[in-house]
Structures are given as structure tokens and as C-alpha cells.
């Protein structure tokens, strides 16, 4: 058995190998703080998503009858992606032309009202024309005290009807053109309407870009409440990532951003943040923001999940402490007890001493 003498403990150098000098300090885990580079990063999720995705809708009610592309075909500005059926608009269409051709054929003038008209313009201008001949004839005769007054003034009467009548029939049938022409322009704008309708049910890309779903099987019902198709970029992609608010302050446009893709491992991408929506998520009481690869990986797929991290500071030889050695927010303890210290940036492991304590001071864990 080993003795030991009093007032001999923690001084032998074999003895104080075998207590790992631990009881010296009374078992207290103390560092010096020192100096680093420190860069400081907002954490976030990560998706990825095709450049100008957007959802097509139908702007008509129907049947699908066919898809006339598949998931993963690209496709060009205006090519056509599915055909939906509605017999309605058809016939609407067709109801359309025929009274297009009809009020083109009343506006031509050899229809039955604008002829029957004429004719009779001309069979009254010819009565006029007799009526004014036998009135200033008789005119004459009265003036010669030839003839009586009651043959006068019948005359006289008759052409004064006829010319009315001419006038009358002259303004029935600017009136009946006018009437026509209108007709006619509604009948064109009702067939353009109509033809409108039935080029609706044709569904049309909006973009070059690729297909990435079709929502809808032929036979289902299409409704303008639903998507029916996604459309994006076919080599342009975005990096999604939704920020904590209490982080959405600290971003800016431009930022370095460093993320990892699940189906990539630990390989790490630089990004730089392009864009910030004002609008938060209630729901999940985030902000979405948006950044771009510097070097994108050679595939890329809409829905890919990663983590990323939005570098706001970086500072070199920086004097700093573990964060765990932090408690109450900004205080640490040290042989003389607890003291108040200024941080500055914080990585997730390290935080930065401005003031309160310097290189030389040793701090102690706290006690869990």
C-alpha cells in the first residue's frame, strides 16, 4: 500500500499523471479563449426548383381527351399539351358562322329587305317624278285660270305624299343598312368569340422549357380551378430555401451561400443569393428566398432537398470562446467569478469576444 503524507497531494509528477491533475482545479473543464477565423451563417433548407416554373390551368371546363405530351418531353413556346373536349363551344362556333353568313348576306343588298326597299324607292321616286310633272303642269293651267282649284290642290296633294313618302322609304332604308351593318359586326364578333373559345380547349406551353407533370388522365374532368400540367426551365434551375424570420433581416442580395444536396452526400455548392420574397409564410413563419448555382451539378432534378447556409460575416483572428461556454446569453465564468462579455459574430460552434475578457483568461464550463 502507498502512502501518502500530507500536504504531499497533486505534487508528485507520476501521482498527478494518474489524477490527470483534474482535483487540482477541482474538476473544472477550463480553455483560454483564442484567436480564429469566424464566419457567421443563417441556416436553411434547401429545394431545388426549375427556373420559370408555373402551373397550367384551362381556361374552359371539359374532358381531357388526350395528352399530347409526356413528363419529361421538352417542349417549345406555343406547342400545344393537351386537348380538352366540350361539344358546346363547337356548336356555339358553328351556331356563330352561319348567322355570320346570314347578316353578311342581309348587309350585301341583294337580300329581300334591303331590295324590297329599293324597289320601292324607285317605284316611288317615279310617282314623285309623275306627281311633280302633274302638279306643275296644272300650276301653270291654274295660273291661266285654266282648270279648277279642287284639281290644283289634288295635284298639288299628291305630289306633296309622294315626295314624303320617297323621303320616308330614303330614311327606312339608311335606317335598315345601319341596323344590318351592326348586325354584321356583331355576327363577327360573336364568330372571333366563339372560335376563341374553341381554340381554349387546345391547352399551349407558354415557355421553351420542359415538362415536369401532367396532373390529369384522358376521360378526368378539367376544371379552370385545377392545374393540369407544370412547365419549367429545362437547364435553368433555382435554389429554394426558406429563412427563419428572426434570420430574414441579417440577408441580402449577393450573399455567399453554401448548401448540400441529399443526393450529392457531404459534396458541398456555391451559390449567391439572388432574390428575397417580402412576404412571410404564416403557416410556417419562414420567408422563402432564392439563390443561384456558381457551378450547378451536371443533373439536377425539380424537388431536390439539401440544407444550405447563407454566409452574412466573416471576420479573421478573432478572438473567440465555444458557445457552449456561454450562459444567460453573454456571460462566462471565470476564477474570479462571473463576467459580462460583448459578442460579436457567431458561427453554430464559436462566438466572438468584443470586450469583457481577453486572451489570457482562463473560463470554466458550466455545470450542466
Not at 140 to 159: C, H, M, P, T
Not at 328 to 350: D, H, I, P, R
Request: hydrophobic share 35%; with cysteine; net charge negative.
Amino acid at each position: 500500500m502507498i502512502a501518502i503524507k500530507p500536504g504531499s497531494f497533486c505534487k508528485g509528477p507520476a501521482l498527478a499523471m494518474i489524477l490527470l491533475a483534474g482535483s487540482c482545479n477541482g474538476g473544472d473543464d477550463k480553455i483560454f479563449p483564442e484567436r480564429k477565423t469566424i464566419t457567421e451563417s443563417v441556416y436553411t433548407s434547401v429545394t431545388i426548383q426549375p427556373d420559370s416554373l408555373y402551373q397550367a390551368y384551362a381556361s374552359v371546363m371539359g374532358l381531357l381527351e388526350k395528352n399530347l405530351v409526356e413528363e419529361g418531353d421538352s417542349v417549345q413556346k406555343g406547342q400545344p399539351l393537351l386537348q380538352i373536349i366540350n361539344q358546346a363551344p363547337k356548336l356555339n362556333a358553328q351556331n356563330a358562322a352561319l348567322n355570320l353568313q346570314l347578316a353578311r348576306e342581309n348587309f350585301s343588298g341583294n337580300n329581300a329587305v334591303l331590295k324590297s326597299l329599293m324597289d320601292e324607292i324607285e317605284a316611288a321616286r317615279l310617282t314623285r317624278r309623275n306627281d311633280s310633272i302633274n302638279y306643275h303642269r296644272q300650276k301653270k293651267l291654274w295660273e291661266q285660270q285654266i282648270g279648277s282649284q279642287v284639281e290644283f290642290d289634288n295635284r298639288k296633294l299628291a305630289y306633296e305624299l309622294s315626295t314624303n313618302r320617297l323621303q320616308l322609304l330614303q330614311n327606312q332604308y339608311e335606317r335598315s343598312k345601319t341596323e344590318l351593318a351592326n348586325k354584321l359586326a356583331q355576327a363577327e364578333n360573336n364568330y372571333k368569340s366563339a372560335t376563341i373559345n374553341t381554340g381554349d380547349f387546345t391547352v399551349k406551353s407558354e415557355i421553351n422549357g420542359t415538362v415536369y407533370a401532367l396532373f390529369k388522365e384522358p376521360g378526368e374532368i378539367v376544371s379552370t380551378m385545377e392545374p393540369i400540367a407544370a412547365i419549367g426551365s429545362t437547364d435553368h434551375f433555382l435554389i429554394e430555401m426558406l429563412v427563419d424570420e428572426v434570420d430574414i433581416v441579417k440577408l441580402q442580395p449577393g450573399q455567399r451561400t453554401l448548401i448540400t444536396l441529399d443526393a450529392y452526400g457531404p459534396r458541398v455548392f456555391e451559390a449567391t443569393l439572388s432574390k428575397i420574397y417580402p412576404k412571410k409564410d404564416e403557416r410556417t413563419q419562414t420567408f422563402k428566398v432564392e439563390a443561384l448555382f456558381v457551378a450547378p451539378p451536371n443533373k439536377l432534378y425539380p424537388g431536390l432537398a439539401g440544407e444550405g447556409n447563407i454566409i452574412i460575416a466573416k471576420k479573421e483572428d478573432a478572438l473567440t470562446i465555444p458557445k457552449s461556454y456561454i450562459t444567460g446569453g453573454n456571460k462566462v465564468q471565470t476564477a474570479e467569478g462571473t463576467v459580462e462579455v460583448t459578442l460579436g459574430l457567431q458561427s453554430l460552434e464559436y462566438a466572438e469576444v468584443l470586450s469583457g475578457l481577453d486572451a489570457g483568461t482562463p473560463i470554466q464550463k458550466p455545470k450542466e
